[in-house]
């Protein structure tokens, strides 16, 4: 098959050069319970070109799952501004989904009703393309043949790919993760970071993925933007110049060893601000 060459017609996203999401001087402050006011993102200027994987990484705090929660409409900026596709305003449910660390499948439903689950609540009655493109998803993933499965019958690393499968199930343009693969032992991770690659081969979406591992931001992103440490701005953004298709050998490339370095350092050994 040519690189090129996709095998699910019915899943892939036309790419696009222009930034997909911006995020212009924005900043997010909070009341704690004692009344202070916490800044948790200050004038943060990031832009998500279409059909990229970018990672957000820094320490913990510094605002990387609010910069989600902005994205996905949960949170609004207390200051500056958020334009999906230069627009204010979501374009719908099916914009935007979520990825979280916990699969919470729904026990009583099998594998293929929970991957259609988001589709059912939009639209009662489910057509045989969307039942054809659920299975897709699961074929991609591996899980063709647990459809009828109930989640209990899954191990953690399949009922993950489940959660993956239904956050694709209404074609988001924008699929966020924040730490997907965090609860996992670690060589169930791998093979679902070599997952979550083929499907963005296959599909083309935009990726914007929370992580705590540096080699998994170096692993799965084309860029990924290193934030300071609360109040989160952006601090460094890398272009991660590895040739794909990436694989559980990209490690060993001493462009991988690089990246991971310079981004470990500027974690850890910030620059000062002036
Ligand atoms: N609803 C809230 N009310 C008050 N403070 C909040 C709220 N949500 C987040 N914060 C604070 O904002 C800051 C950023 O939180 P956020 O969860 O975005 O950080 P993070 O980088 O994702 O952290 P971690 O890596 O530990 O998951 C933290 O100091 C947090 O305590």
Not at 98 to 122: E, G, H, K, M
Not at 160 to 176: E, F, G, H, N, T
Not at 267 to 274: L, M, Q, V
Request: charged residues 25%.
């Amino acid at each position: 098959m040519a690189p090129q060459e996709k095998r699910y017609p019915s899943l892939v996203e036309a790419p696009g050069p222009a930034p997909l999401i911006e995020l212009e001087k924005v900043s997010v402050h909070f009341a704690s319970q004692d009344g202070a006011r916490v800044t948790a993102l200050q004038s943060l200027n990031l832009q998500i070109r279409s059909g990229e994987i970018m990672s957000l990484v820094g320490p913990s705090g510094c605002g990387k799952s609010t910069t989600l929660r902005l994205i996905a409409g949960l949170q609004q900026p207390s200051e500056g501004m958020l334009t999906i596709h230069g627009g204010a305003k979501r374009k719908g449910f099916s914009e935007v989904a979520i990825v979280f660390q916990r699969p919470t499948l729904l026990p009583w439903l099998d594998v293929l009703s929970n991957v259609l689950y988001p589709a059912r609540v939009l639209s009662r009655r489910l057509g045989a393309e969307q039942k054809a493109r659920a299975m897709d998803l699961l074929d991609l993933v591996g899980l063709a043949d647990a459809a009828s499965k109930r989640p209990r019958e899954l191990s953690g690393g399949m009922q993950q790919r489940v959660a993956i499968c239904r956050s694709l199930i209404l074609d988001p343009k924008i699929l966020l993760m924040d730490e997907p693969f965090g609860a996992l032992d670690a060589l169930t991770r791998e093979d679902l970071q070599l997952d979550l690659l083929r499907i963005h081969a296959e599909t083309g979406k935009t990726i914007l993925l929370v992580t705590h591992s540096i080699s998994e931001a170096v692993l799965l992103s084309d860029r990924v933007a290193v934030m300071s440490a609360r109040p989160g701005r952006l601090q460094e953004l890398h272009v991660i110049d590895i040739a794909k298709p990436r694989s559980h050998h990209t490690p060993s490339d001493p462009k991988f060893v690089s990246h991971a370095q310079q981004i470990r350092d500027e974690i850890f050994e910030p620059r000062k601000e002036n």
